[in-house]
Structures are given as structure tokens and as C-alpha cells.
């Protein structure tokens, strides 16, 4: 199945190599270019200014390749913008796109202001605005949360890894979980078993894993 879904995803690469992202993050081929840019937060850095309307971008990495979940929103518009990017759902393909298994699903969600200000008040205590955590590692294959914004004018970018007491203690995702439409769907962390293969591929370099770390101005690959 693994090696029809690669067939498949690699088949609407060269079809579709050339076509407008569109959906951007939720586009798969943009996905494949830009990904560390975005969870970055590069393009909040670029507009982050005093005086700019604060924007917030929270990731929960549920291993790669199984489940992220994306929130988005700004002090402006106060909507919650949620898109889900699964392992491939091939039900969801048609000959009119073949890219349509990878995209993500979306979901849109209004906050009023006393949700704004309890999701800043949840991040602010869990660290999301002060020292970043340098040196945490993130690996594609665990549980984290990785955050970039934009608040009081000021970016930084940092990430609570599970397990550990930080991400234990930390209330944003639960409140973030509250407004996602599939939060019954939400791969909460588990222990995961010995996967021979996933050893044996990634002793190999085979697999598309990869690894993130918190420096003091971003992230470092």
C-alpha cells in the first residue's frame, strides 16, 4: 500500500509540478517546497513590526505522516483557520486531482474576543512568548507543538515536546482543541512500538523523516 501511495504521489508531481499552489500550505507539491519556511513562521517575521496586529501560527506535529493539525489566526480577523494534513486518504482521489488524497482538510471557526485573549493568556503561560527553547530538538516521527508568532510586535518561535512537563502543563492545545471541528479525531501521544521496518528504513536513510531544532532567532534544520 506504502509503495502505491509513493506511485501515486509521485505521479501527480509530475503532472501537477507546475500548478499554482492555490491552497498554499494545504497544497501538497507547495507543502513539499515550503514547509520549513512556514512552520518557521518566516513570513510573520517579515511583517512583524510595532504597531502590527498580532498572528499567531500553532503546529501539532502527531508524527509525520500520520496527523498535523495547523491553527492560524490574527488579533484582526480573529478566525481560526485549521487545516489537517493526513497520511494520504485514497478515497479521496479522482482523475481530475490526483494530489487530492494529500491535501489538507479545512475548517474555519470565528473567535470572539474573550477566546482570543484566553488562548493569549494559555500561550503566554506556557512560554509561548518569552525565551525561546533553545536546543529542543523536534523529530518528525513524535508528539510536539511548535509555535511562530508575531505578538506586541515582537516574533519568536519555540516548541513543547512530549514527553515532558512542559508540554504536559501547557493548556493552549486543549483550548485550540475545543474550537477544531475533528477534535474526536485528534491523535492524542502515544508510546509507539518497536517498528522493525521504520528502524531498518531509517538506518538505511530511507525514510522522509527529518528534524527540527529551536535556535535563539528561529528554527534550525
Known sequence: ????????????VLLGGCAEPGDGIGNPLYRKLHW??????????????????DRLRLVYNAQWGEQVRVYEW?????????RVIGSGDLTRLTSADLLAPWRAEEAHVPLSGEDHQALIAALA???AFGAPAVGLDLPSQDYYWLAATCH?????????????SAFEAAR?????????????GV???AERGFDPVWA??????????FLLTIGRDGLVR
Open 1 to 12: 500500500m506504502k509503495a502505491l501511495i509513493g506511485l501515486l504521489f509521485s505521479t501527480a
Open 36 to 53: 520549513f519556511s512556514f512552520v518557521g513562521g518566516e513570513d510573520l517575521r517579515a511583517e512583524c513590526r510595532a504597531g502590527a496586529p
Open 74 to 82: 490574527d488579533s484582526a480577523a480573529r478566525d481560526l483557520r485549521i
Open 125 to 127: 503561560e506556557a512560554g
Open 152 to 164: 506586541d510586535g515582537r516574533f519568536t518561535v519555540t516548541g513543547w515536546r512530549w514527553p515532558s
Open 172 to 184: 493552549f492545545p486543549a483550548l485550540l482543541f475545543a474550537h477544531d471541528p475533528g477534535r474526536a
Open 187 to 189: 491523535a492524542l501521544p
Open 200 to 209: 531498518d528504513a531509517a538506518q538505511r536513510g530511507a525514510t522522509n523523516g
